[in-house]
């Protein structure tokens, strides 16, 4: 794709592609004779969980939440509104929340929460990339792909103005189109 806001690719197709079986192999091995569900955060985990799902070897069971959290464009508040709840009860149940980024971890620590308040039987993250340097709070992620600098990326999932969310891979979005 020739486009000027597309920038520095910092995870290529191919390491997402092996980052991913990797993942799936592992979690595969955690959740062995168990129930898994998978929860994706809608809209960027959308294509980290299909290819995720196709990886594991253990039944699971997938279901989807939608959150915003209010503030600017690029600052999480930490305040958050469900725009999407589960369909399905979670109490007792092995829960994996899929990520497509934990960036300063304000809205994954509400949505943590909110479902740990449901009495699932575990809850874990999994999450595609992290930007440490952006943490603001301390949260469990069991599974990370990949740690990245703090940028604004897109592409696997990853969107600006929902834009780019198709491309295979994961770059920089140069700074002049922010």
């Known amino acids: 794709m020739d486009d000027p806001a597309i920038g520095e690719v ?44 196709r ?31 589960l369909e399905a009860p979670i109490e ?9 980024i934990i960036d300063s971890g304000l809205t994954l620590q509400y949505l943590v929460r909110n479902l740990r308040a449901r009495t699932p039987g575990s809850l874990e993250v999994c999450a595609l990339l992290t930007k440490p340097a952006r943490r603001r709070v301390e949260l469990p992620i069991r599974y990370v792909g990949f740690e990245i600098p703090n940028r604004y990326v897109i592409g696997y999932g990853l969107d600006y103005a929902q834009r780019y969310r198709n491309l295979s ?7 002049q189109h922010q």
């Open 92 to 100: 007792g149940r092995d829960v994996l929340i899929v990520e497509d």
């Open 169 to 175: 891979y994961v770059a920089v979005l140069n700074e």
């Open 55 to 85: 990886h594991l070897t253990v039944s699971c069971e997938i279901d989807f939440m939608a959150v915003s959290s209010y503030g600017s464009a690029t600052d999480s508040s930490g305040v958050v509104r469900i725009l999407k709840d």
């Open 10 to 53: 910092l995870v290529s197709s191919e390491d997402l592609q092996r980052r991913v079986t990797e993942l799936g192999a592992e979690i595969s091995s955690d959740y062995e004779g168990r129930d898994l569900v998978m929860i994706g955060v809608l809209k960027g985990a959308v294509l980290f969980i299909a290819d995720l799902m």
